[in-house]
C-alpha cells in the first residue's frame, strides 16, 4: 500500500516536471541570443537579456528547461509561487485559473499530472511488485512513458517530435542493451540484448521509413514525417522487432479508426493531416503494459467476428 501511494505522489510530482518540458522544448533554442535579428539586437541590450522578466517580447527567445527557474504564467508572466505549484491540487484549488490574472490554466496540466501518476503506479504495480519484478525494469519502463507523454503533446501543438528528445533515446537504448547483453538487468518488454536492439532499430526505423518514400512517391507529398521514423527508432531500441511491428500495426490501427470517425462526424477527412506521433506513442504504451497479450486478445476478437458472421 505504501509503494503504491508513493508511486502515485511521485508520478505527480514528476507530471508537473513533464508539462515544463511539454511548454518549454519546443521554445528552447540554445542559448536564444542568435535568434534575435540585427535590427532586434541595436535595440536590446543582450548583455542583460539573461535577465528579461517573463513578460519581455524578447522572453520565449530565452526559454529552455532550465531557464526561467521557476514556473510563470504565460499569460502575464508572473512567477508562480510554491504553494501555486503543487501537484493537481493547486489546479483545482485555483479553480482552473492563474492565481493572479485569473487567466484559465489548460487542463492539459493537471491531465499530464495524471497520467504520470497513473503511469508510475502501473509501472511499479506490474514490473517491480510482481512476483520476480526488478525496480530497473520499472523504473526505465516508467521514464519511457513519460518520454511519450512528452513527444505526444508537443506532436499535437506543433506537430514535431523534437530531435533533443530521440536522439539521446536512442544513444541510451543501445548502452542499455549492450549492458542488458552481459549483465541481464532488465526484463520483458525490453530487448534482452544488443542485436535485438539492432535488429528491432532497423526494422523501427526502415519499415516506417520504406512506407513515407513509398506515399511521397505515390501521392506526391509527405504523409510521414522524419520525427516519427525517430520515434520508430527508438520503440526498435528498445523493444526489439517484435515492439517495432506491434507498434506499427497498432499505431496505424488507432489513427485509421479516428480517421474513419472523423469522417463520420464530418470533422475531416482522411486526407487531413492529423500527427501520427501520438497515435505511435499509444501503441508504444499498449506493448509496454501488455506485450502480446493485447494482439492475442485482438486477433482473437477478429476471428470470432468473421467466422461468427
Excluded at 530521440?166 to 542499455?176: K, N, R
Aim: glycine share 10%; net charge neutral; hydrophobic share 50%.
Amino acid at each position: 500500500m505504501a509503494i503504491a501511494v508513493f508511486s502515485i505522489v511521485l508520478g505527480l510530482i514528476i507530471g508537473s516536471f513533464l508539462s515544463v518540458c511539454i511548454y518549454r522544448i519546443p521554445l528552447g533554442r540554445g542559448s536564444g541570443l542568435e535568434e534575435l535579428t540585427s535590427e532586434e539586437s541595436d535595440e536590446t541590450d543582450l548583455s542583460s537579456e539573461r535577465d528579461l522578466p517573463p513578460n519581455s517580447p524578447h522572453f520565449e527567445k530565452r526559454v529552455s528547461i532550465s531557464y526561467p527557474p521557476r514556473s510563470f504564467c504565460p499569460s502575464c508572466g508572473k512567477q508562480l509561487r510554491w504553494f501555486h505549484n503543487i501537484p493537481l491540487l493547486s489546479w483545482l484549488a485555483l479553480g482552473g485559473k492563474c492565481a493572479y490574472c485569473k487567466t484559465q490554466i489548460s487542463i492539459r496540466y493537471p491531465l499530464v499530472e495524471v497520467l504520470s501518476a497513473f503511469f508510475c503506479f502501473l509501472s511499479v504495480q506490474l514490473f517491480y511488485s510482481s512476483p520476480g519484478g526488478s525496480l530497473a525494469t520499472a523504473v526505465l519502463a516508467y521514464i519511457l512513458c513519460c518520454v511519450l507523454v512528452v513527444i505526444s503533446f508537443i506532436d499535437i501543438d506543433y506537430y514535431i517530435i523534437p530531435n533533443v528528445i530521440t536522439y539521446p533515446a536512442v544513444v541510451i537504448g543501445l548502452v542499455l542493451a549492450l549492458l542488458n547483453t552481459y549483465f541481464s538487468f532488465l526484463a520483458f518488454p525490453f530487448v534482452p540484448g544488443i542485436q535485438e536492439a539492432g535488429l528491432g532499430l532497423l526494422v523501427g526505423a526502415g519499415v516506417l521509413l520504406f512506407i513515407s518514400e513509398v506515399y511521397l512517391r505515390l501521392r506526391r507529398k509527405h504523409g510521414l514525417g522524419m520525427g516519427d521514423v525517430k520515434l520508430l527508432a527508438v520503440t526498435g531500441v528498445f523493444f526489439g522487432f517484435e515492439g517495432a511491428v506491434y507498434t506499427i500495426f497498432f499505431g496505424s490501427l488507432i489513427g485509421s479508426f479516428l480517421g474513419i470517425g472523423l469522417m463520420l462526424v464530418g470533422r475531416g477527412g482522411m486526407s487531413k493531416y492529423l500527427p501520427f506521433g501520438p497515435y505511435l506513442a499509444l501503441a508504444n504504451l499498449l506493448y509496454i503494459f501488455t506485450g502480446p497479450t493485447f494482439l492475442i486478445a485482438f486477433m482473437g476478437f477478429i476471428r470470432s467476428t468473421i467466422y461468427g458472421m
